[in-house]
C-alpha cells in the first residue's frame, strides 16, 4: 500500500511539473512573460530541473528586459547541458545588454589544449565512456583468453593494451572535468550598481563599480563578502547580497 501511495505521490507531482511547464509555454506564446515567468518558477519549486526549463525562462525574462535574471538562467541552462547551442545564442544576445564591458583573457599554453580536450564532454559522460570502454577490455580480454588462433591472441592483446591507454585516458578526463566543475563557481551580479573593493569590509577601498548582468567568478568567502575575478583576471571583494551564484 505504501508502495502505491509513493508511486501516486511520485505521478503527481511529476504530471504538475509538466504543467507548470507547458502552462509558461502557452503563456510565453501569448507574449505573456511575467506569467510564464511565474509558472516557470513553480516547476523549479518542485525541484523539477532542466535545461530547457532554464532557457525558457531566461527567455521569459530577456523578453521582460530583466538582464540579470536572464543571463543567470541561460547560465544555469548550460550547466545541465554545455552544448545547449539555443541558451548559448541567447546568452550572448542578453550579454549585449549589460553596460560593463570585460574583455575576456584566452587561456594559452597546455593547459588550455587540456581544457579545451576535456571540455568536449560533461564529466558524467566522460565516465560513462569509461565504462564502455571497460567493457569492451573485458570482451577482449575474454577473447584473448579462450582464442587458440596466434593472430586472434595477438589481435586480443593488442586491442586490450590500446583500451587501457584509452581508459586511463577517459577516467583522468572525468576527473579533471569533475575538479574543474567543482572549483569553478559563476555568479552574476543581480544589484543595479554595485562597489567592488580591495578589502572586506565595509571601509574598504572602492576599486570599481559593477552593474547588473556582468558575470564574475567567487573565489573565497568571508562573512558578507565573497572574493570574486572577472573574466579580465581583475579581482575585488564584494557583498554576497549583490551576486546570484549559478551552480546553486
Do not use: C
Not at 25 to 53: D, G, M, P, R
Not at 189 to 197: D, G, L
Not at 218 to 236: A, H, N, P, R, S
Amino acid at each position: 500500500m505504501k508502495n502505491i501511495l509513493y508511486i501516486l505521490l511520485l505521478s503527481t507531482q511529476v504530471f504538475f511539473a509538466q504543467n507548470g511547464f507547458e502552462k509558461g509555454n502557452e503563456y510565453y506564446q501569448k507574449a505573456k512573460y511575467k506569467e510564464a515567468v511565474t509558472a516557470y518558477e513553480s516547476v523549479l519549486t518542485e525541484s523539477k530541473h532542466s535545461s530547457e526549463l532554464y532557457y525558457n525562462l531566461g527567455n521569459a525574462y530577456y523578453k521582460l528586459n530583466k538582464v540579470a535574471p536572464s543571463i543567470y538562467n541561460y547560465e544555469k541552462a548550460l550547466v545541465l547541458n554545455p552544448k545547449n547551442n539555443d541558451a548559448i545564442n541567447n546568452l550572448k544576445f542578453a550579454q549585449k545588454r549589460t553596460i560593463d564591458e570585460i574583455k575576456v583573457i584566452p587561456k594559452v599554453g597546455f593547459a588550455k589544449l587540456i581544457r579545451d580536450f576535456t571540455g568536449i564532454y560533461h564529466y558524467n559522460t566522460w565516465a560513462w565512456i569509461s565504462v564502455g570502454l571497460a567493457m569492451t577490455f573485458l570482451l577482449f580480454f575474454i577473447g584473448y583468453y579462450f582464442s587458440q588462433i596466434t593472430l586472434s591472441k595477438r589481435i586480443f592483446f593488442f586491442g586490450m593494451f590500446l583500451l587501457f591507454f584509452i581508459i586511463l585516458i577517459s577516467v583522468s578526463s572525468a576527473i579533471f572535468e569533475k575538479s574543474h566543475f567543482d572549483t569553478e563557481k559563476p555568479a552574476i551580479v543581480f544589484a543595479e550598481r554595485t562597489n567592488v573593493k580591495s578589502e572586506p569590509r565595509d571601509g574598504g577601498k572602492p576599486l570599481f563599480t559593477l552593474h547588473e548582468g556582468t558575470k564574475v567568478y567567487v573565489f573565497e568567502t568571508i562573512g558578507k563578502w565573497k572574493k570574486v575575478q572577472l573574466t579580465d583576471g581583475t579581482e575585488g571583494w564584494i557583498e554576497s547580497s549583490a551576486i546570484k551564484e549559478v551552480k546553486q
